[in-house]
């Protein structure tokens, strides 16, 4: 079956660094854009980078300097690279894509992986 997997989340000092993974996974045909959305406790999920199947990378101005978000079309994965973490990065992260299965395009959610900014 087709579905999005999540990994990388855990605890981290503030200042420290994550790195998130997301693998596409079944008989996907073709994959458009992706992007990572966090959620804190008692917030909205918000969108924090995306980038299209092209490599053009957009960003929250919350992360803006710290996140790098990448993608690496053979192997149908997107990366987020945390850096410079505060406390206020702490939620669970959801990777989301595009992807056509025959010839249908579909949005996938990832189940989220949890990170923790404390000391």
């Known amino acids: 079956q087709v579905q999005l997997v999540e990994s990388g989340g855990g605890l981290v000092q503030p200042g420290g660094s994550l790195r998130l993974s997301c693998a596409a996974s079944?008989?996907?045909?073709?994959?458009?854009?992706m992007g990572w959305y966090r959620q804190a406790p008692g917030k909205q999920r918000e969108l924090v980078a995306t980038v299209t199947s092209g490599s053009s990378a957009n960003y929250a101005d919350s992360v803006k300097g710290r996140f790098t978000i990448s993608r690496d079309n053979a192997k149908n994965t997107v990366d987020l690279q945390m850096n410079s973490l505060k406390p206020e990065d702490t939620a669970v992260y959801y990777c989301?894509?595009?992807?056509?299965?025959?010839?249908?395009?579909?949005?996938?959610w990832g189940q989220g992986t949890q990170v923790t900014v404390s000391s």
């Open positions: 989301n894509s595009f992807l056509r299965v025959g010839q249908t395009w579909y949005n996938y």
């Open positions: 079944g008989s996907i045909f073709s994959i458009g854009n």
